[in-house]
């Protein structure tokens, strides 16, 4: 009718001392202020924001928008992401290979994040002082109990010639794994 959306309506209320109604009364949301605090600084979701609000998603982006407020976007590249690598690289053995400005290494051998998994010190597995063997010298296969935490010197006495003993459980293993190695990379 005053041709004027609801903010300026507000404003000239509340400039002759209107008293508004309970549901026409200034949103959380419609505060720039509130939504500085809760959006930028205080990191929530729109979709956490509306749901306290007991609005859409919609409304909290357009006032977000109306006030000029946005998160700092962080370039993909800052976060550390891993995808399984080829196993050239790192002689033999399945890896995930890191990429981002985060990412510590290239990669992380399977292998040492398995016993990661399984209970061994992560300062041991990625220290100079121990090296994760595998029991049966099959490189890709990662069971918890085929991998064992061992020294530098013992670990090249477990790869010389003599010493490495496949049972007919590794070699069943060893063909299935070559025949479909998806399943055992995993």
Not at 51 to 57: A, R, T, V, Y
Not at 174 to 185: E, G, S
Request: with cysteine; charged share 35%; proline share 3%.
């Amino acid at each position: 009718m005053y041709d004027m959306n609801m903010e300026k309506m507000r404003k000239v209320f509340e400039r002759h001392d209107i008293v508004l109604r309970e549901e026409d009364k200034k949103k959380k949301y419609q505060d720039r202020e509130w939504l500085k605090n809760h959006f930028v600084e205080g990191n929530r979701s729109k979709r956490d924001l509306a749901k306290e609000c007991g609005c859409s998603m919609t409304t909290i982006r357009n006032w977000l928008l109306r006030f000029g407020l946005e998160k700092k976007e962080k370039s993909h590249r800052e976060y550390c992401k891993f995808n399984f690598g080829t196993y050239s690289l790192t002689e033999g053995y399945p890896t995930w290979s890191a990429t981002g400005k985060s990412a510590d290494k290239d990669y992380l051998r399977v292998h040492s994040l398995v016993a990661i998994a399984d209970g061994v010190d992560p300062e041991k597995v990625f220290s100079e002082d121990y090296q994760v063997h595998h029991r049966n010298g099959f490189k890709i296969d990662n069971k918890p109990e085929n991998l064992e935490l061992v020294d530098p010197k013992s670990h090249g006495k477990h790869h010389s010639p003599d010493s490495v003993r496949w049972t007919d459980d590794d070699i069943r293993y060893v063909v299935k794994a070559i025949l479909d190695p998806q399943k055992f990379i995993d």
